[in-house]
């Protein structure tokens, strides 16, 4: 799995969201308009290409994060960013309801200034709104370099919807995400 290339034909963006469990947020990015692609995996941490067993034990100082590959000419980096702070909870720190660790931190790594200075002034701008009932813990750090999860983490919730982990805890967050952002999903064929 190639990571590090953007789809053909395609002048892509590249964002990387630590939002909790990949498996719950990759979902909501993959029914964007404008994403491409959607890779979960590793990012933050200072082991060389670790393991999923590696990053859960909190040693590696790795964050599940996402890779996502959009076109900027569909959707904004404004607008990606928009989706990650409505896809968890960024008050709650080391932490995404029962999962518990710093490998489930809320984070913004940023692929250049620009990234870094939108994802500060939102950050700044819920705070000082009060959108929330907590502080954000968010961190917004560089972003250095993404190991991808093994293959069995990738599109996980498409592939077992009806395990009872995506049943009830990865479905509900992808209704919540389909009724608050139905302008901006991609069209679904039966």
Same mark, same amino acid.
């Given at each position: 799995?190639?990571?590090?290339?953007?789809?053909?034909?395609?002048?892509?963006?590249?964002?990387?969201?630590?939002?909790?469990?990949?498996?719950?947020?990759?979902?909501?990015?993959?029914?964007?308009?404008?994403?491409?692609?959607?890779?979960?995996?590793?990012?933050?941490?200072?082991?060389?290409?670790?393991?999923?067993?590696?990053?859960?034990?909190?040693?590696?100082?790795?964050?599940?994060?996402?890779?996502?590959?959009?076109?900027?000419?569909?959707?904004?980096?404004?607008?990606?960013?928009?989706?990650?702070?409505?896809?968890?909870?960024?008050?709650?720190?080391?932490?995404?309801?029962?999962?518990?660790?710093?490998?489930?931190? +809320?984070?913004?790594?940023?692929?250049?200034?620009?990234?870094? /200075?939108?994802?500060?002034?939102? =950050? @700044?701008?819920? !705070? &000082?709104?009060?959108?929330?009932?907590?502080?954000?813990?968010?961190?917004?750090?560089?972003?250095?370099?993404?190991?991808?999860?093994?293959?069995?983490?990738?599109?996980?919730?498409?592939?077992?919807? +009806?395990?009872?982990?995506?049943?009830?805890?990865?479905?509900? /967050?992808?209704?919540?995400?389909? =009724? @608050?952002?139905? !302008? &901006?999903?991609?069209?679904?064929?039966?």
């Amino acid at each position: 799995m190639d990571v590090n290339t953007t789809p053909k034909g395609v002048k892509a963006e590249i964002a990387t969201f630590g939002t909790g469990c990949f498996w719950c947020t990759e979902a909501v990015f993959q029914e964007l308009k404008g994403v491409l692609q959607v890779y979960s995996g590793y990012t933050g941490g200072t082991v060389a290409d670790p393991t999923y067993e590696e990053v859960c034990s909190g040693t590696t100082g790795h964050a599940e994060c996402l890779q996502i590959y959009f076109d900027p000419s569909v959707i904004s980096y404004d607008e990606m960013l928009e989706v990650f702070w409505e896809s968890h909870d960024p008050t709650t720190l080391n932490r995404q309801g029962n999962d518990i660790g710093t490998q489930y931190r +809320s984070a913004i790594f940023y692929h250049d200034e620009e990234q870094r /200075k939108k994802a500060e002034h939102y =950050k @700044a701008q819920l !705070d &000082k709104n009060k959108a929330y009932d907590n502080p954000i813990v968010t961190e917004i750090t560089p972003f250095t370099i993404f190991y991808p999860a093994e293959d069995y983490h990738q599109n996980y919730y498409n592939n077992h919807g +009806s395990q009872p982990y995506c049943y009830l805890v990865i479905r509900p /967050k992808v209704e919540k995400f389909e =009724k @608050a952002f139905k !302008d &901006k999903l991609k069209i679904k064929f039966p």
